[in-house]
């Protein structure tokens, strides 16, 4: 698991979290608000018998491997609320991607490329007690047609979420068909802006669901 320390939300973040304590935060929050919009699982989620037997949120990582995962190390976290911008503690968190390389861990994924045995492809947590989730895990690449992005799921109340996050910016996005099927606001809701902090590159997506 991810270090305690590197739990810690951004000054911004926390800002905001604190104001919802506020009516009058809670309201200017409301005014705009943009649910996280929901995207389809897609055809490489990978089930249990194909996951490592590591899942945890260290993507990077693979227990009793030395070699850790090639690609741009990135941290991805934020916070989990509900339409009202209460957090949400204890939501189960999934995400999945392809590695470096362009491959899924998926038995169907047909890309001829060498896998990149450092890496877990599939990583899960729970969101703490202020909704927070984090995950460590690469900056997404590109796969057959698609924008670099990173799979989704939440499990919230028996009900099943999914949806994706894209590289804010990157020039493929424009050709994805999962990406342009979005409204501006919706787009950026689930557009990573990478930033360093602490020789740290991370990207802020809070999930409102
Ligand atoms: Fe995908």
């Given at each position: ?25 809670i309201s200017s929050v409301q005014a ?131 949806t994706q996050f894209y590289v804010k ?41």
């Amino acid at each position: 698991m991810i270090g305690k320390k590197s739990l810690d939300i951004p000054r911004r973040q926390l800002i905001k979290l604190a104001g919802l304590a506020s009516a009058s935060a809670i309201s200017s929050v409301q005014a705009n608000p943009v649910k996280t919009p929901s995207a389809s699982e897609g055809p490489y989620y990978p089930t249990p018998s194909m996951r490592h037997t590591d899942i945890d949120n260290d993507l990077v990582k693979i227990a009793d491997k030395t070699r850790q995962a090639g690609g741009e190390i990135i941290t991805l976290k934020g916070i989990i609320t509900n339409a009202a911008l209460l957090p949400l503690s204890g939501i189960r968190v999934e995400i999945w991607q392809c590695d470096v390389n362009g491959r899924y861990l998926h038995t169907r994924d047909r890309n001829s490329a060498t896998s990149d045995s450092g890496f877990q492809g599939f990583g899960h947590t729970l969101s703490n007690a202020n909704g927070e989730y984090e995950f460590r895990t690469i900056k997404p690449v590109s796969y057959l047609g698609r924008a670099p992005h990173i799979h989704v799921k939440l499990f919230k109340d028996e009900k099943v979420f999914t949806t994706q996050f894209y590289v804010k910016d990157h020039s493929d996005n424009s050709q994805d068909v999962l990406h342009r099927r979005m409204s501006v606001e919706e787009q950026k809701a689930v557009e990573m802006e990478f930033s360093s902090f602490d020789d740290n590159v991370e990207a802020v997506i809070n999930i409102i669901c």
